[in-house]
T-cell receptor, first 117, second 113 residues
Framework: AQTVTQSQPEMSVQEAETVTLSCTYD???????LFWYKQPPSRQMILVIR??????QNATENRFSVNFQKAAKSFSLKISDSQLGDTAMYFC??????????????FGKGTKLSVIP | DGGITQSPKYLFRKEGQNVTLSCEQN?????MYWYRQDPGQGLRLIYY???????QKGDIAEGYSVSREKKESFPLTVTSAQKNPTAFYLC????????????FGQGTRLTVV
């Protein structure tokens, strides 16, 4: 089974500063996809950013960017100019083909990020 | 508005009773998923379905059952065989394909007393 590891259960950052959340994963496949999801206190899961494994260029969405290191199986999320609304649980997720036309999305245990005014 | 709806938001049941959680989507997605979320455990996959009348077990399927009779609906039954059913349950849907974004419902908090 695929595994996704987020080694930082909790982190905090000052407003307007930059923070990096870590994620590593384990797979024997070469074609897969990686995601970061955000879960604010409302508990609504929201996609933050997506990365295709076959693309070498790191994905960027406004203040959010990733550092994708395929050989190291690492997928970290950088949040620049942190805002109070970024306070949330952040989940790293991994998707790959699981056979018979099916795809399985596996999540890490999450990192609780607090943005401090 | 297109979206995915879970009901109810809060559910209380007595121990030993089966309970069914509803999940409906009008996004025309083929794939639907059920996850369980516990503190410190992240999201764990219970069942998923890529097409009507077909579904696969996830990592923690024991004590749960599902059906997929319609594309729009993927109800989850928590049976009395589930040893620790109190949890937050999330339903999601997506287009088929590993690259596609999963859209989530608001979740159902199940408390068994």
């Amino acid at each position: 089974a695929q595994t996704v590891t987020q080694s930082q259960p909790e982190m905090s950052v000052q407003e307007a500063e930059t923070v990096t959340l870590s994620c590593t994963y384990d797979t024997s496949e070469s074609n897969y996809y990686l995601f970061w999801y955000k879960q604010p206190p409302s508990r609504q899961m929201i996609l933050v950013i997506r990365q295709e494994a076959y693309k070498q260029q790191n994905a960027t969405e406004n203040r959010f960017s990733v550092n994708f290191q395929k050989a190291a199986k690492s997928f970290s999320l950088k949040i620049s100019d942190s805002q109070l609304g970024d306070t949330a649980m952040y989940f790293c997720a991994f998707a790959e083909y699981s056979g018979a036309g099916s795809y399985q999305l596996t999540f890490g245990k999450g990192t609780k990020l607090s943005v401090i005014p | 508005d297109g979206g995915i709806t879970q009901s109810p938001k809060y559910l209380f049941r007595k121990e030993g009773q089966n309970v069914t959680l509803s999940c409906e989507q009008n996004l025309n997605h083929d794939a639907m998923y059920w996850y369980r979320q516990d503190p410190g455990q992240g999201l764990r996959l219970i069942y998923y379905s890529q097409i009507v009348n077909d579904f696969q077990k996830g990592d923690i399927a024991e004590g749960y059952s599902v059906s997929r009779e319609k594309k729009e609906s993927f109800p989850l039954t928590v049976t009395s065989a589930q040893k620790n059913p109190t949890a937050f349950y999330l339903c999601a849907s997506s287009m088929v394909g590993a690259h596609t974004e999963a859209f989530f419902g608001q979740g159902t908090r199940l408390t068994v007393v």
